[in-house]
């Protein structure tokens, strides 16, 4: 059995009486971002990783590389393998065992950011052709839960692979280069609760709402992921303001942290 | 008064007479179990930075039912330990039944301890005028060890507390604060709950309080 | 590579130019984390490591509940990019094995018995490993138990040494605990009472002694920088209250 996490109809009642007010508990607007930090090359032992802190939500990710072999179906690709562990370190509510469904469509999510925005030239990551080629493990790490560690975990991700140095002195395979990086995919993700949409939730907005939609773009302002999660229901205008919002904050993101 | 940040296994005094809360003794000498503010007086007292709260016939508190059982409802009490109300502690007779009428999972209530025993099953009662369901208001969540600060000597900071800001504030031992009055004044509560909160450890509180409500309402007016 | 083929020492100094008694840097932040009930994030050497307390809380399953006193749970677990070739994630029977001792190392201290039917929950993620992460991994939850204001009876404080090139070293580094004779990590109170002791490699009777003796000595170090960091964190509240900033991997 999992923790409970009994949310007080005192407390839903005062977040949607804000909500009506056009407020947030924290005193944000509805699409704006908590304060965001970058830090890169945080872990030596790895090939690449940063930190980042959105709020109070910490997430580390670390970038390992190794030769390996190709896919059958891909034998002149290399292959990225995305993982991501929800300790029970980070928040009361996560618990020790292999990842829950949870932690999975994380994982999943921050990869199809990384694959679909072709961030990656998996082309360039063949070493011998169907014999042998780059893995890329990215391993998100959730060091404290407050709020959206998805979009915390996906900008850890992209950072952590614009710092990331291909190992390949170590494997004989010439001198240390750095990975190149093509494009540069932001996830931004919207709750929606009694008709208002919020970015970038805490964990009380995330224990109220039903509904969450992240939206990943890219560098030229198309989409090359999205994901509706909860039990709750969206109306395609929902899904439209929330791409507009989503495009335009996620070019924020990218122009003052990553692109400097 | 003589005042020490501690951590635990710090040796306060060779004289055994003196442990008072949060200290242990041994070979005759009084040691702190707790990280935290030591308050040198007759008796040496440890004052912890953070911890659980642990229910104490007599404590009022604020619960948040979280499941309905034949005869009780569990209530969330901000503690390792869920508190038990029976449904004869409700102020009305009721049925079975019909409990998940008058509280149900979420509803918060004010509620007092009557009973723990050595296996930590909480009783609590709603058996008193004072207590009962939270209807309207906002309820606030501090540490609990910062609790005696806002209720301040023989209730000092409290009750100039309420009158200052106009509310109603029920206070409970766990850490858990309902307020309720105007919108304005409950802000104002807020804030400075949340300031007492923040600064419960530092030296000259009241007279801090007092200032900053004075300021807070001379903006207003 | 095998340990003939490393010179341990250059003009009476190791590799990274510590005396033979001397410890690595240590740096301790407390409360580095806002969801836990208490947590420390400690770096000793190029260890990194983050420990995070929750609890006294409610035990899932029941029916490892005791009715007299809390359980103590201690979960080691390594980061898969803390080491060179990346680790699969998830327990491993090294990581159970130090979690057991760890526990162990650190259960005789907590009073379990204010808190019956309870459990006290400690998560240690080493972040980035450099020979020593077990001890790194007590030092830290040791603090984070402290700011989670669980009654303790003392602090625990750890330590390792080691044996290369026949010298007995304190607080070894990876090539010397890769290539040297013997690494014996110990953890205990500041009394000396020790609640950790283990030992690989080839040690005689009185090289373990004298390993000992310069391990406690590490500890006791260790300690003050324990007690320096809970100190510090407490006078940052009252100088700059709300403002307690998280400093992880700096």
């Known amino acids: 059995m999992s923790v409970t996490n009994v949310i007080s109809e005192i407390k839903k009642d005062f977040i949607y009486n804000l909500l009506l007010k056009g407020e947030r508990i924290d005193g944000r607007t509805f699409d704006q971002y908590r304060e965001i930090s970058i830090q890169r090359d945080v872990i030596r032992k790895a090939e690449g990783s940063a930190l980042v802190k959105l709020g109070s939500s910490q997430v580390l990710v670390g970038v390992k590389m190794q030769p390996g072999e190709p896919f059958q179906d891909t034998p002149n690709k290399g292959v990225i393998i995305t993982n991501a562990e929800l300790v029970p370190l980070a928040s009361p509510s996560f618990e020790p065992g292999p990842p829950n469904e949870m932690g999975i469509e994380l994982a999943r999510l921050v990869d199809r950011g990384v694959r679909e925005s072709k961030a990656v030239d998996l082309g360039a990551l063949c070493i011998v052709p169907g014999k042998q080629v780059w893995i890329i493990f990215i391993d998100v790490h959730i060091l404290d839960d407050c709020g959206n560690i998805l979009d915390a975990a996906s900008l850890g991700a992209i950072a952590a692979l614009m710092s990331t140095k291909v190992p390949a002195a170590r494997y004989g395979l010439g001198e240390d280069y750095i990975l190149p990086i093509r494009d540069i995919p932001i996830a931004t993700t919207a709750i929606e609760f009694n008709d208002v949409l919020m970015f970038d939730p805490g964990v009380d907005e995330e224990a109220i709402a039903n509904t969450r939609l992240t939206i990943i773009s890219t560098m030229n302002g198309n989409i090359c992921g999205s994901q509706k999660s909860g039990t709750g229901m969206l109306k395609p205008e929902q899904v439209y303001r929330i791409i507009d919002i989503a495009c335009e904050k996620a070019k924020e993101i990218r122009e003052k942290f990553l692109e400097a | ?221 | 590579m095998d340990e003939t083929d490393i010179s341990f020492f250059k003009d009476g100094l190791r590799l990274d130019g510590r005396k033979a008694d001397q410890l690595r840097p240590v740096k301790i932040e407390v409360g580095v984390l806002a969801r836990a009930d208490g947590s420390c994030y400690i770096e000793m050497g190029g260890n990194k490591v983050i420990a995070a307390v929750y609890g006294p809380r409610e035990v899932h399953p029941r029916h490892l509940q005791e009715a007299t006193r809390a359980i103590v749970r201690y979960r080691y677990n390594m980061a898969s990019f803390s080491v060179e070739d990346r680790k699969r994630p998830g327990p491993d029977r090294r990581s159970q094995e130090l979690s057991k001792v760890s526990r162990e190392a650190l259960e005789p201290v907590i009073l379990t018995s204010f808190f019956p039917r309870s459990v006290i929950d400690v998560f240690v993620e080493v972040l980035q490993a450099d020979a020593g992460t077990r001890t790194a991994g007590i030092n830290a939850a040791s603090v984070a138990l402290a700011d989670a204001g669980i009654p303790m009876k003392s602090m625990i404080s750890s330590c390792a040494a080691g044996k290369v090139a026949d010298t007995i070293i304190l607080d070894p580094m990876k090539e010397e605990d890769n290539f040297g004779q013997a690494d014996l990590p110990i953890a205990m109170t500041p009394n000396g009472d020790i609640t950790l002791l283990q030992m690989d490699g080839g040690l005689t009777p009185d090289e373990f002694q004298r390993a000992v003796d310069m391990a406690m000595k590490g500890a006791r170090d260790i300690y003050e920088l324990q007690r320096d960091a809970l100190v510090r964190k407490y006078s940052q509240m009252v100088e700059q209250p709300g403002r307690e900033e998280v400093h992880v991997c700096d």
């Open chain 2, 1 to 221: 008064m003589d005042r020490k940040v501690v951590v635990p296994g710090d040796l306060l005094s060779e004289d055994a007479k003196r442990s008072g809360e949060g200290t242990y003794v041994k070979n005759g000498s009084v040691y702190s179990l707790l990280y935290g503010l030591a308050n040198f007086r007759d008796k040496i007292n440890v004052i912890p930075l953070a911890g659980k709260y642990v229910p104490v016939p007599g404590d009022n508190v604020i619960g948040v039912v979280k499941d309905i059982t034949f005869s009780n409802w569990i209530v969330d009490i901000n503690s390792p330990y869920d508190g038990l109300l029976h449904i004869s502690e409700f102020p009305k007779r009721i049925e079975s039944e019909e409990m998940s009428k008058y509280l149900h999972i979420g509803s918060s209530i004010m509620t007092r301890v009557t009973d723990v025993d050595p296996t930590m099953k909480v009783e609590l009662t709603l058996n008193d005028k004072k207590l009962g369901l939270i209807k309207a208001g906002q309820v606030i969540e501090i540490s609990h060890t910062r609790v005696p600060r806002l209720i301040g000597k023989g209730g000092s900071m409290i009750s100039m507390l309420k009158k200052e800001v106009n509310c109603n504030i029920f206070v409970g031992q766990n850490g858990r604060i309902w307020i309720h009055g105007g919108t304005e004044d409950m802000d104002l509560a807020l804030k400075t709950i949340t300031l007492i909160d923040r600064e419960a450890h530092t030296n000259g509180l009241t007279d801090r309080i007092v200032d900053f409500l004075k300021t807070e309402k001379g903006a207003r007016s």
